[in-house]
């Protein structure tokens, strides 16, 4: 029952309990997680050059809804229900495309691009009184930009974007110019990789917050941030972030690289990671070259998909030796070794020796915070 799945938490112990076995296994838990933070919070779910001339969209399916993301021809951006308000078909079935309208495959209703009924074939008496072209068009989302990266928004009336997110980035790296400096708009995906993990999205999201494992599963990670071995972690220290180890120039799995640098870094942003987890479902990577970004969407309470994506400055991509995978399987073999062990641990989540819980070591007490974030949304409290 909802009553039992509280944690014991108190941020004066040396040792904190975590959240009990049954918040992650609970369909309950689960349903008001959907509801309550991923219904009401903003999400990534793509980026803006993806869809930069008007026709051109991106579909995604997020917390059990088929989304729409297409540029009208006045330009603006919006974001609908992929979903045709007469039967309920699928409009647009491709991940991405481009359309000068939107025209369902069953019935052939079709939408103009920001969202209104633009017709019903073959059906006089329908146009009139029946269908009233105003109440069908196609349902909204709510769409914002943030660096380059497309939000949206579930609720009716959400505050802004910013509201959400940069509140975590100064409590992260101390401000919003660090943030800046990396020009996430103009950088453009190299590489993508995606992840079916058979874990819930809470222990995903509590992994990336701390390092106290990084010592025991990441080798390659390790080698390259010497400081992660032992297993302080940069995520709850404002403004911190890990130094390479010396002699490595670029955060790959060599270290070696041939990449300029990101236009706008500074020379204190030279090897130097920084690493942040935005609640409730990205952890973005900041690199002198490149940055990296997951997405994590719960599918049930068992199973979460990550979206992780490499990007990189679109000069050095155009370039005819512009080989990305250096990079990417650094990062890709610590993805890896970080899902195995939520898989690990999800798979135990329903044993009675974890009935109430496990413990934070004071290297993980950081974690804590994430709880009361949780709880709060869905409306528990920690014991």
């Excluded at 050059?49 to 809804?65: F, K, L, M, P, S």
């Excluded at 990441?218 to 972690?233: I, K, W």
Aim: hydrophobic share 35%; proline share 4%; net charge negative.
């Amino acid at each position: 029952m909802v009553d039992d799945v509280m944690y014991k938490g108190n941020v004066q112990s040396k040792i904190q309990s975590t959240l009990k076995g049954n918040l992650y296994t609970s369909p309950e838990i689960f349903d008001l997680e959907k509801k309550h933070i991923f219904g009401k919070s903003w999400l990534f779910v793509g980026y803006e050059y993806d869809v930069a001339e008007h026709g051109q969209y991106i579909t995604t399916r997020v917390n059990d809804e088929n989304v729409l993301i297409i540029r009208g021809k006045d330009m603006v951006l919006r974001a609908f229900l992929n979903v045709c308000r007469h039967r309920g078909a699928t409009l647009c079935s491709e991940p991405c495309g481009k359309a000068k309208a939107l025209r369902c495959p069953y019935h052939s209703w079709t939408y103009a691009l920001d969202g209104s009924l633009a017709g019903v074939p073959s059906s006089i008496e329908c146009r009139g009184e029946l269908i009233d072209s105003g109440n069908y068009g196609l349902a909204s989302v709510n769409l914002q930009i943030w660096h380059g990266m497309i939000w949206i928004n579930f609720s009716e009336n959400p505050e802004s974007v910013e509201h959400q997110l940069n509140k975590q980035i100064t409590d992260r790296l101390g401000n919003l110019t660090t943030f800046g400096r990396y020009q996430i708009p103009n950088l453009r995906v190299g590489h993508t990789k995606e992840y079916d993990v058979k874990a819930n999205w809470k222990i995903i999201v509590e992994n990336f917050q701390e390092c106290y494992h990084c010592s025991s599963i990441h080798p390659e990670l390790t080698d390259a941030l010497p400081e992660f071995r032992s297993g302080v972690g940069t995520q709850n220290r404002v403004g911190a972030g890990a130094f390479f180890k010396d002699g490595i120039e670029y955060f790959s799995l060599s270290g070696k690289g041939y990449r300029q640098k990101l236009k706008g870094l500074l020379p204190e942003d030279d090897r130097i990671y920084y690493g942040m987890t935005i609640v409730p479902h990205v952890f973005i990577n900041l690199t002198p070259d490149h940055v990296i970004t997951h997405r994590i969407f719960p599918v049930s309470p068992e199973r979460s998909i990550v979206i992780c994506d490499w990007l990189f400055d679109p000069d050095e991509m155009a370039r005819d030796d512009f080989e990305p995978m250096d990079a990417v399987e650094l990062f890709h073999r610590v993805n890896e070794q970080d899902f195995a062990a939520c898989q690990w641990c999800h798979e135990n989540m329903g044993s009675r020796a974890y009935e109430n819980g496990g413990i934070l070591v004071p290297l993980e007490q950081h974690v804590s915070k994430f709880y009361n974030y949780v709880l709060g949304a869905i409306g528990l409290k920690a014991e």
